[in-house]
C-alpha cells in the first residue's frame, strides 16, 4: 500500500508525545462552518481532507459536511463528531478506540480517562486526562486517498458507475502486553467525499510467532447525546440516537430491511454518566459496533483480521423522507454498483429451445437479460463439460443477441448430509438452523457449491446470479467440516465464504440478486419485501399490493434495489384469475403492472415461459419498455412518496434529481371504476428548481407553466382516468 506516512511515533516510553505533522493543511474555524447548499441537491465543493490544529495536538477529518478530530497526547481519543449542515455534536464523552478480547482477556486501545462530567466535553478538559489504557501504544499515523472496497466490473446498464473517492486515516498501535508481544492493530477512518459519512474498520496482524485466539472485536465505541429525556424507562423502551444512522456489512436473516437485518450495533448504559436524567442510569447512550457470535478465529502467525466496516452516517433530520433520501445518496455513494438495473425477465424452460426462444423475444422487445427461475432445467452445481457446454453455446447465442444469460441457486432452505448440514449446537445433531436443516457453508458441500458457482459462471460466461437462500447466519457445532474449526468461528468463516463469492462475481462483472442484506459486499438487489401467497390473488388485488409494496419498499433503497414479482403463469396456487397467461387475453392488466414497476425504475421477475403471445401483446411490451429506456435516468432516481395506495382514492410517487434535465416524473393512478379529478399539491424541492418556471408535461401531450413557489409545492388539478393512470415530466 502506497501510503503519505505523516508521523513516526516511535519515542521512548515515558518522552512518547504525539504531535500532527507540519506538513498537513492548518484548520481554521471557518472550515467547520456550515455549507454553503443543501448536500442533497447540490454536491459540497469542499472534499474531504486531514488537517492539524494549530498547536499540532489535534488531528481533524473534514469534509465540509462531517468533522471528526482526534486528540493525539497523551492517548489517541476522539474527542469531536460533528454534523456540519445541523451544526449537531454528536459526542459527549470520550472513549477507546476499540475494545478487543483475546485469549480469554480484554484489552483497550486508545482513549483517555478522567472525565467526570459525561453530559457534555469540553475541550479545556482534554488536557488534564491519561491514557485509559497502556495495552497499546500508537507507533505510527498514515493517510491517503480512499481507495475502492471492491474492484466493480459493471455488466449491465447503472445509473451511477464512479467509485466514492475521500481520504483514509490509519492509526497504528503496538502491543506493549507481554502476552499480545508481535500483534499491530490499525483502526482506519475513511472519510468520503460528498457525503456526511466516515467508515471505520480495524485490522489486527500477527507479526510474532504464536497464535492469538481473537474471540471479540468491539471497533466502534462512541459515547452519543440522547435524544430523550426519560426520568423512568427501560432501555429497550427508549429511543435511540437519530443524529446517526449506522449501517455495516454483516447483515443477514432475509428481513429486506438494514434494520431488521443488523446484526453489530449494541446500545449500552454509561452508569459513570451520573447527571443523566434517568432515576436508574439506564438511558440507552453508549453505541458499540461488534459481531456478537464472532469471530472466535485464531491468528495465525503472518496473518491478518479485519473486522466488519461501519458506515456512520450524519442525519439532519427526522424527516422519513429526507432521511431516507440520505441513505439512499449513501448506497449510490459507496455501493454503485448497486445503481445497476438491467430489464429482465424470469424464464421457466425445460428445454433449451425454450431459452432460445426467449433470447429473441428479448431481443426484439428491448429486454437485456434473462435469469432462468426456479423449476427450470438449468442446474447450475452441474459443472460436467457437457453441462457447460451446453450452456456456454446458450449464453454465447443470448450474448449475440446483446442479451445477458443467468440463472437460479439455492444454498440454504435445504436438507444435503449428516456430515454437510449445520450442527445444531444443543443438540450435536443436524438442525436448528434459520430455515431448520440446511448446509454449512463450511462443509465440503457448502465449499464445493461456491467453488462449483464461480465455475459454472467463469466457464458458462453467465452473467447474472440470482442466489436464494444465502447464508442466513447459522452457527455450526461441528468440528469435522473443512471450512471452520468448532462453533466459535463457525459464524465468521461462513460469512466470510459467503460474501467471497459475492464480491468476486461484483469484481467479475455478473449481477447478483440475493434476498439478503449483503449489498455492501458486492451484491446488486433484493426483494421489495412481499408475501409469496399474494402472487395468487387476483390480478386487480396484485395492481394495489405490487403499489403498496413499491411504496413501502423505497424508503431506504434505491429502485434499482428491489424487485417485484409478476406471475405470467400460476404462482403458489393462484388460479385463472391470478395469472396473465394468455398474455393477449390480459393486455390492460399486463401494461398496468409493467407500468407500476417500470414507472417506478423497479424490475420486476416477469415468470413465464414467453413475453409475448400475439403481435397486439409484442407491441405493447415493446412500447413499454421504450418507454421505460426513453426517461430511464429520472425513473430510477430517488422517489419522493405522495400518497400510499389504499384502493380508496389516488395513490402516487414523485422521482426527483435535480442533476438531469427532467428534474422530475410524477406519476399517479386511480383504483377506482370511474375517472376522478383531484388538486395534488406536488413537492418540488428535491427537484432542484428555485426561481425558474417550472414546466408539468403530460405524457407528451399537454404542458402547464407553473411559477416557482416559495413553499417549494405546486397545487396541479389532475383527472386520472378510471383504473388508470397518468404521468407527467417537471423540467
Same mark, same amino acid.
Given at each position: 500500500?502506497?501510503?503519505?506516512?505523516?508521523?513516526?511515533?516511535?519515542?521512548?516510553?515515558?518522552?512518547?508525545?504525539?504531535?500532527?505533522?507540519?506538513?498537513?493543511?492548518?484548520?481554521?474555524?471557518?472550515?467547520?462552518?456550515?455549507?454553503?447548499?443543501?448536500?442533497?441537491?447540490?454536491?459540497?465543493?469542499?472534499?474531504?481532507?486531514?488537517?492539524?490544529?494549530?498547536?499540532?495536538?489535534?488531528?481533524?477529518?473534514?469534509?465540509?459536511?462531517?468533522?471528526?478530530?482526534?486528540?493525539?497526547?497523551?492517548?489517541?481519543?476522539?474527542?469531536?463528531?460533528?454534523?456540519?449542515?445541523?451544526?449537531?455534536?454528536?459526542?459527549?464523552?470520550?472513549?477507546?478506540?476499540?475494545?478487543?478480547?483475546?485469549?480469554?482477556?480484554?484489552?483497550?486501545?486508545?482513549?483517555?480517562?478522567? *472525565?467526570? !462530567?459525561?453530559?457534555?466535553?469540553?475541550?479545556?478538559?482534554?488536557?488534564?486526562?491519561?491514557?485509559?489504557?497502556?495495552?497499546?501504544?500508537?507507533?505510527?499515523?498514515?493517510?491517503?486517498?480512499?481507495?475502492?472496497?471492491?474492484?466493480?466490473?459493471?455488466?449491465?446498464?447503472?445509473?451511477?458507475?464512479?467509485?466514492?473517492?475521500?481520504?483514509?486515516?490509519?492509526?497504528?498501535?503496538?502491543?506493549?502486553?507481554?502476552?499480545?508481544?508481535?500483534?499491530?492493530?490499525?483502526?482506519?477512518?475513511?472519510?468520503?467525499?460528498?457525503?456526511?459519512?466516515?467508515?471505520?474498520? +480495524?485490522?489486527?496482524?500477527?507479526?510474532?510467532?504464536?497464535?492469538?485466539?481473537?474471540?471479540?472485536?468491539?471497533?466502534?465505541?462512541?459515547?452519543?447525546?440522547?435524544?430523550?429525556?426519560?426520568?423512568?424507562?427501560?432501555?429497550?423502551?427508549?429511543?435511540?440516537?437519530?443524529?446517526?444512522?449506522?449501517?455495516?456489512?454483516?447483515?443477514?436473516?432475509?428481513?429486506?430491511?438494514?434494520?431488521?437485518?443488523?446484526?453489530?450495533?449494541?446500545?449500552?448504559?454509561?452508569?459513570?454518566?451520573?447527571?443523566?436524567?434517568?432515576?436508574?442510569?439506564?438511558?440507552?447512550?453508549?453505541?458499540?459496533?461488534?459481531?456478537?457470535?464472532?469471530?472466535?478465529?485464531?491468528?495465525?502467525?503472518?496473518?491478518?483480521?479485519?473486522?466488519?466496516?461501519?458506515?456512520?452516517?450524519?442525519?439532519?433530520?427526522?424527516?422519513?423522507?429526507?432521511?431516507?433520501?440520505?441513505?439512499?445518496?449513501?448506497?449510490?455513494?459507496?455501493?454503485?454498483?448497486?445503481?445497476?438495473?438491467?430489464?429482465?425477465?424470469?424464464?421457466?424452460?425445460?428445454?433449451?429451445? *425454450?431459452?432460445?426462444?426467449?433470447?429473441?423475444?428479448?431481443?426484439?422487445?428491448?429486454?437485456?437479460?434473462?435469469?432462468?427461475?426456479?423449476?427450470?432445467?438449468?442446474?447450475?452445481?452441474?459443472?460436467?463439460?457437457?453441462?457447460?457446454?451446453?450452456?456456454?453455446?446458450?449464453?454465447?447465442?443470448?450474448?449475440?443477441?446483446?442479451?445477458? +444469460?443467468?440463472?437460479?441457486?439455492?444454498?440454504?432452505?435445504?436438507?444435503?448430509?449428516?456430515?454437510?448440514?449445520?450442527?445444531?449446537?444443543?443438540?450435536?445433531?443436524?438442525?436448528?438452523?434459520?430455515?431448520?436443516?440446511?448446509?454449512?457453508?463450511?462443509?465440503?458441500?457448502?465449499?464445493?457449491?461456491?467453488?462449483?458457482?464461480?465455475?459454472?459462471?467463469?466457464?458458462?460466461?453467465?452473467?447474472?446470479?440470482?442466489?436464494?437462500?444465502?447464508?442466513?447466519?447459522?452457527?455450526?457445532?461441528?468440528?469435522?467440516?473443512?471450512?471452520?474449526?468448532?462453533?466459535?468461528?463457525? *459464524?465468521?468463516?461462513?460469512? !466470510?465464504?459467503?460474501?467471497?463469492?459475492?464480491?468476486?462475481?461484483?469484481?467479475?462483472?455478473?449481477?447478483?440478486?440475493?434476498?439478503?442484506?449483503?449489498?455492501?459486499?458486492?451484491?446488486?438487489?433484493?426483494?421489495?419485501?412481499?408475501?409469496?401467497?399474494?402472487?395468487?390473488?387476483?390480478?386487480?388485488?396484485?395492481?394495489?399490493?405490487?403499489?403498496?409494496?413499491?411504496?413501502?419498499?423505497?424508503?431506504?433503497?434505491?429502485?434499482?434495489?428491489?424487485?417485484?414479482?409478476?406471475?405470467?403463469?400460476?404462482?403458489?396456487?393462484?388460479?385463472?384469475?391470478?395469472?396473465?397467461?394468455?398474455?393477449?387475453?390480459?393486455?390492460?392488466?399486463?401494461?398496468?403492472?409493467?407500468? *407500476?414497476?417500470?414507472?417506478?425504475?423497479?424490475?420486476?421477475?416477469?415468470?413465464?415461459?414467453?413475453?409475448?403471445?400475439?403481435?397486439?401483446?409484442?407491441? +405493447?411490451?415493446?412500447?413499454?419498455?421504450?418507454?421505460?429506456?426513453?426517461?430511464?435516468?429520472?425513473?430510477?432516481?430517488?422517489?419522493?412518496?405522495?400518497?400510499?395506495?389504499?384502493?380508496?382514492?389516488?395513490?402516487?410517487?414523485?422521482?426527483?434529481?435535480?442533476?438531469?434535465?427532467?428534474?422530475?416524473?410524477?406519476?399517479?393512478?386511480?383504483?377506482?371504476?370511474?375517472?376522478?379529478?383531484?388538486?395534488?399539491?406536488?413537492?418540488?424541492?428535491?427537484?432542484?428548481?428555485?426561481?425558474?418556471?417550472?414546466?408539468?408535461?403530460?405524457?407528451?401531450?399537454?404542458?402547464?407553466?407553473?411559477?416557482?413557489?416559495?413553499?417549494?409545492?405546486?397545487?396541479?388539478?389532475?383527472?386520472?382516468?378510471?383504473?388508470?393512470?397518468?404521468?407527467?415530466?417537471?423540467?
Amino acid at each position: 500500500m502506497k501510503a503519505v506516512q505523516i508521523l513516526l511515533l516511535l519515542l521512548l516510553a515515558a518522552a512518547l508525545q504525539a504531535q500532527a505533522p507540519a506538513q498537513l493543511p492548518l484548520w481554521h474555524d471557518s472550515l467547520g462552518q456550515a455549507p454553503p447548499a443543501d448536500w442533497l441537491i447540490q454536491c459540497t465543493p469542499r472534499r474531504a481532507e486531514l488537517y492539524r490544529s494549530p498547536d499540532g495536538r489535534d488531528l481533524i477529518l473534514c469534509n465540509g459536511l462531517l468533522q471528526r478530530s482526534f486528540r493525539l497526547s497523551p492517548a489517541v481519543a476522539c474527542t469531536d463528531f460533528k454534523n456540519l449542515s445541523s451544526g449537531q455534536q454528536l459526542l459527549r464523552a470520550v472513549s477507546s478506540e476499540a475494545r478487543l478480547r483475546i485469549d480469554g482477556r480484554e484489552y483497550l486501545v486508545g482513549g483517555l480517562s478522567g *472525565q467526570t !462530567e459525561r453530559a457534555y466535553l469540553l475541550p479545556e478538559w482534554l488536557d488534564a486526562f491519561t491514557p485509559l489504557s497502556t495495552d497499546f501504544r500508537l507507533t505510527d499515523i498514515a493517510t491517503d486517498s480512499l481507495r475502492p472496497y471492491l474492484h466493480w466490473q459493471p455488466g449491465t446498464w447503472a445509473m451511477h458507475t464512479q467509485q466514492a473517492s475521500g481520504k483514509t486515516l490509519v492509526f497504528t498501535y503496538s502491543a506493549t502486553a507481554p502476552a499480545l508481544t508481535g500483534l499491530l492493530v490499525r483502526v482506519h477512518y475513511e472519510l468520503v467525499d460528498g457525503l456526511p459519512l466516515v467508515v471505520k474498520w +480495524l485490522s489486527l496482524e500477527n507479526t510474532g510467532s504464536r497464535r492469538f485466539k481473537i474471540e471479540q472485536v468491539v471497533h466502534e465505541t462512541l459515547a452519543l447525546v440522547e435524544e430523550e429525556s426519560a426520568v423512568i424507562g427501560r432501555p429497550e423502551q427508549m429511543k435511540k440516537q437519530h443524529g446517526l444512522y449506522v449501517e455495516t456489512n454483516f447483515a443477514y436473516n432475509n428481513a429486506m430491511r438494514y434494520e431488521l437485518s443488523d446484526q453489530t450495533t449494541h446500545w449500552r448504559t454509561d452508569t459513570a454518566y451520573r447527571s443523566q436524567v434517568n432515576y436508574n442510569y439506564e438511558t440507552p447512550c453508549i453505541l458499540e459496533i461488534y459481531t456478537e457470535h464472532s469471530p472466535g478465529i485464531e491468528l495465525a502467525p503472518g496473518d491478518t483480521f479485519r473486522s466488519v466496516r461501519s458506515h456512520e452516517l450524519l442525519l439532519d433530520s427526522y424527516d422519513r423522507e429526507r432521511r431516507g433520501m440520505a441513505i439512499r445518496h449513501m448506497y449510490r455513494t459507496i455501493a454503485p454498483w448497486t445503481s445497476q438495473n438491467p430489464i429482465f425477465m424470469h424464464l421457466i424452460s425445460q428445454n433449451d429451445q *425454450q431459452v432460445r426462444d426467449i433470447v429473441d423475444q428479448c431481443a426484439e422487445t428491448g429486454y437485456e437479460g434473462i435469469i432462468l427461475s426456479f423449476g427450470s432445467h438449468c442446474n447450475m452445481e452441474d459443472t460436467s463439460a457437457a453441462n457447460i457446454r451446453r450452456w456456454r453455446a446458450l449464453a454465447n447465442y443470448a450474448g449475440s443477441k446483446n442479451i445477458l +444469460l443467468g440463472s437460479y441457486a439455492l444454498f440454504s432452505s435445504r436438507r444435503i448430509s449428516d456430515a454437510d448440514d449445520v450442527i445444531d449446537p444443543k443438540t450435536g445433531r443436524p438442525g436448528g438452523a434459520f430455515f431448520g436443516n440446511a448446509p454449512c457453508f463450511g462443509s465440503a458441500w457448502g465449499l464445493a457449491f461456491a467453488a462449483k458457482i464461480k465455475y459454472f459462471l467463469r466457464e458458462t460466461g453467465f452473467r447474472i446470479f440470482e442466489n436464494d437462500g444465502p447464508y442466513p447466519g447459522d452457527v455450526c457445532a461441528s468440528t469435522s467440516h473443512p471450512g471452520h474449526k468448532n462453533l466459535d468461528d463457525s *459464524q465468521w468463516r461462513q460469512m !466470510e465464504i459467503q460474501k467471497d463469492l459475492y464480491r468476486w462475481c461484483n469484481e467479475n462483472g455478473v449481477y447478483v440478486n440475493a434476498p439478503d442484506w449483503y449489498f455492501l459486499d458486492g451484491t446488486h438487489k433484493i426483494a421489495l419485501g412481499y408475501r409469496e401467497t399474494n402472487f395468487s390473488l387476483s390480478r386487480a388485488q396484485q395492481k394495489i399490493l405490487n403499489r403498496q409494496n413499491i411504496y413501502d419498499g423505497t424508503w431506504e433503497k434505491t429502485p434499482s434495489m428491489g424487485w417485484g414479482f409478476v406471475p405470467l403463469t400460476r404462482y403458489q396456487g393462484g388460479g385463472e384469475e391470478a395469472v396473465l397467461e394468455p398474455l393477449s387475453e390480459h393486455l390492460s392488466d399486463y401494461e398496468q403492472l409493467m407500468v *407500476q414497476y417500470y414507472g417506478a425504475g423497479v424490475q420486476a421477475c416477469y415468470r413465464g415461459p414467453r413475453l409475448y403471445d400475439t403481435d397486439k401483446t409484442k407491441s +405493447l411490451v415493446q412500447k413499454t419498455i421504450a418507454w421505460h429506456k426513453q426517461y430511464r435516468d429520472i425513473l430510477n432516481s430517488d422517489i419522493i412518496h405522495l400518497r400510499r395506495p389504499d384502493g380508496r382514492d389516488w395513490d402516487g410517487i414523485l422521482h426527483v434529481n435535480p442533476d438531469l434535465p427532467d428534474k422530475g416524473l410524477l406519476i399517479l393512478y386511480n383504483p377506482l371504476k370511474t375517472p376522478i379529478t383531484r388538486r395534488i399539491r406536488v413537492p418540488l424541492y428535491y427537484t432542484g428548481i428555485q426561481g425558474k418556471p417550472i414546466f408539468f408535461n403530460l405524457g407528451s401531450l399537454e404542458e402547464m407553466v407553473f411559477q416557482a413557489p416559495r413553499n417549494y409545492e405546486c397545487a396541479l388539478t389532475v383527472t386520472i382516468p378510471a383504473e388508470g393512470w397518468v404521468w407527467y415530466t417537471i423540467r
